[in-house]
């Protein structure tokens, strides 16, 4: 049975993808320093596999503590989700950004090549692509200017990945840019937890629906879509976490290289089209204000999807229906989100 490392596997796409990579026929080891995530995560993934995942309680930039995970395991790839991830906090604490992502990513690779693990699969972003209007994205579109120190990261990593393969031909890297991670599993016991409050729209709308937040401030409807409102592809993390599936299978059987692909549904939804897919969702209206644009918030973002489905054989199953859905069912059974035991 072939072993993936999940670095960040306790956190939100992370648990997905090792459901996803169990249900798969994958042995999987965990590790997570839990900065944002809590460990009623791994009771979760036991409830929902019938199985206690291999959990090391690691920060990926304590090279010596990251070490144990390789030497006490016969690993065959890697999955890299640990990191830091919020771009408003980025944009207030950017030492910390890019000292964490950075060198946890440095510290993954060090330790892959000393132990001769060749595979290695990054989480990567859309927001590579920056202030670009010229949609759909392909994986061929320019990079663009990063809006904020946590975009910057995935921009810089995505380099440093690709000299660190060239300098080991035996590397074999994917990098997945995601679009925008939604929804839960269907057991609704795991979903997206974020601490303090959320910034991203599902989430908050989520909290809204539930009676945990008051109302909504759409951030801007004013932009040059059909109803002035942000256009964003948003894709189910069951999907997502399918398509890690694909990515380590792809590794698994070609050469070794860079390759690299776009996760996305290739369909946009605007912010007033997913407030109205949630109402219908929760069954109930959905409390919201129009406020002013949020700063480096682009008008259109959608992926092509070609390239994934031609050559990862990559094409999401769900729609924004099911995305609403399974986050309602989420909220609803943990409306407080998972507890800090
Ligand atoms: C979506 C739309 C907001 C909150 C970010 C990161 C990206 C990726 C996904 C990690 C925008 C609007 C939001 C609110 C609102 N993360 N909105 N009111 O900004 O597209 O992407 O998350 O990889 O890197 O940049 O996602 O959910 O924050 O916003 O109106 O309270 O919802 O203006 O148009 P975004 P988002």
Not at 56 to 82: G, M
Not at 149 to 154: A, F, I
Not at 219 to 233: L, N, S, V
Not at 300 to 313: I, M, N, P
């Amino acid at each position: 049975m072939s072993t993936v490392l999940v670095t960040g596997g306790n956190g939100y796409i992370g648990s997905h993808t090792v459901i996803s990579l169990y249900e798969n026929g994958y042995d999987v080891i965990i590790a997570d320093n839990l900065s944002n995530s809590k460990m009623e995560v791994q009771n979760r993934l036991e409830k929902i596999c019938g199985k206690r995942f291999k959990f090391y309680n690691v920060d990926c930039c304590d090279e010596a503590a990251l070490e144990k995970v390789f030497s006490e395991n016969k690993i065959d790839s890697v999955i890299h989700f640990a990191g830091l991830k919020a771009v408003g906090e980025s944009v207030r604490m950017p030492l910390e950004y890019y000292s964490n992502n950075i060198n946890s990513m440095i510290t993954v690779c060090k330790l892959m090549k000393k132990y001769g693990v060749n595979n290695l699969v990054f989480s990567s972003s859309a927001t590579v692509y920056g202030m670009s209007e010229d949609v759909p994205f392909t994986e061929e579109s320019p990079l663009g200017v990063c809006t904020n120190p946590y975009g910057w990261t995935k921009w810089m990593l995505e380099q440093i990945l690709r000299d660190f393969a060239k300098a080991e031909p035996s590397m074999k890297v994917c990098l997945l840019r995601y679009f925008n991670p939604v929804g839960a599993h269907e057991s609704g016991l795991i979903g997206e937890d974020p601490r303090g409050i959320p910034n991203n729209l599902f989430p908050y709308i989520s909290k809204v629906a539930g009676g945990t937040l008051e109302k909504l401030t759409v951030f801007g409807d004013d932009y040059d879509t059909p109803d002035g409102t942000c256009i964003r592809d948003y894709i189910h993390v069951v999907d997502l976490a399918d398509g890690h599936v694909k990515a380590i299978r792809y590794l698994e059987s070609h050469d070794a290289g860079v390759s690299l692909f776009n996760l996305g549904t290739g369909k946009g939804t605007s912010v007033k089209e997913a407030v109205a897919a949630f109402e219908k969702a929760c069954g109930h209206e959905i409390n919201h204000v129009f406020g002013p644009r949020r700063p480096g918030d682009i008008a259109v973002c959608y992926a092509s999807t070609e390239k994934a489905e031609k050559e990862l054989g990559f094409v999401a199953k769900y729609g924004i229906d099911e995305m609403c859905s399974s986050c309602w069912k989420w909220q609803t059974m943990n409306p407080e989100g998972l507890s800090d035991d």
